[in-house]
């Protein structure tokens, strides 16, 4: 009992960062400020499918970079699906596919792009300058490829002429509210990360105050707002902890520090890149939370060199992006599909994944290990 309860506590921090960017994502949600933001984007398209496919890729790139990649798969993709549908698009797929595959390519831009990245790093969160410098160029070639890749194998769809006359809605004060209260947060969460404090209780105390303040706007109680929340990911969570925790204890972690260790003596760069595309396998099979925990704790208990970790981290966001299992954004975007009636099939998804994945985390693992 007393392993399971060191289990829970050391997630405190992932809790927190989870719950204030639920709270961010519903209150953008519930105020229209995504439906606005991709309506934007539509209504600048001008007719052409493909410069709405880039657009659509650009708001996906900002959601999960400053709201996490969970955000880009529950709201994005209902926005996004409402904007294909007032536009009367025939093939809507490849605008939804970018919600999918953009939450997990840029998910390591920022450490508040993904959850994942608080469970790798946990107390060893690198501070954002050396973070940024060492996560910039992986990223931006991760994004580059994976658009590139997307777009060529959707070409065909994208041939469609869009109506350059797309309703926009308006946007509300409290949509105004919670705009401000997204670019207040992610400047507080920089500021945190520059000093190198824990992310997740500014988050929720950024969350919080958003909240009351869209709430008292409304003139309305903010309980709307918070039943809406996913409050099962975060026992979830909990229970991935203690889970790793009983790995711990059983020497399971350890025994993976070791063989970490005797291969990094062998060579740090082929142990990088080997770890960083062994763990990306791995999140297919048992999604990347839990990967990510046992990773992530068998690197730091074996005080493996940086090169190794930051591999660890790329393959733990990337690597979900071969299958739907991957991870949890890419099964939260499938829940949102069904809710809009689009069913996407987990072998023509990993046939799309075989194709965007490797080449993304190939690119991204070769410019982490060459920095």
Known sequence: MGSAFEGVEKGVDVYLFLAGMMMLAEIARGTGLFDWLAAQ???????????????????????TVFLSNDATAVVLTPAVAAV???????????????CAFIANAASFVLPISNPANLVIYADHMPPLAQWLPHFALPSVLAIASTYVVLRLTQ?????????IEVPVPRLTLQ???????????????????AMGWRLGLPTCVAGVVTLAVVSGLQRSSPWPYLRELSWGV????????????????SGAV?????????????????????SGVWVGLVCNLVN???????????????????????????????????????????????????????????????KLGALIMPPALGLALAASVLL
């Open 254 to 274: 350890g025994a993976l520090g070791e063989v970490l260790r005797h291969w990094v003596r062998n060579s740090e760069t082929l142990t990088a890149v080997g």
């Open 175 to 193: 949509g105004k509210a919670a705009a401000a209260g997204i670019s207040v947060t992610a400047v507080v969460l920089m500021i945190a990360s």
């Open 155 to 163: 070409r065909e769809a994208l041939r469609e002429t869009v109506p």
């Open 41 to 63: 984007a539509a209504s600048h398209a001008r007719g052409s499918a493909r410069r709405l496919f880039a657009l659509v890729y650009l708001v996906g790139i900002l959601v």
């Open 288 to 350: 990347n939370l839990p990967a990510g925990l046992v990773a992530g704790t068998a690197v730091h208990d074996a005080n493996v060199p940086a090169s190794v970790a930051s591999a660890v981290l790329i393959g733990v966001d990337l690597g979900p992006n071969l299958s739907v299992t991957g991870s949890l954004a890419t099964i939260l975007w499938l829940s949102a599909l069904r809710r809009e009636g689009i069913q996407v099939r987990a072998r023509d998804f990993l």
């Open 84 to 98: 294909v549908r007032s536009a009367r698009l025939s093939r809507p797929l490849p605008y939804l596919l970018i």
């Open 234 to 249: 975060i026992p979830l969570v909990a229970g991935l902890f203690v889970l790793v925790e009983g790995l711990v204890q």
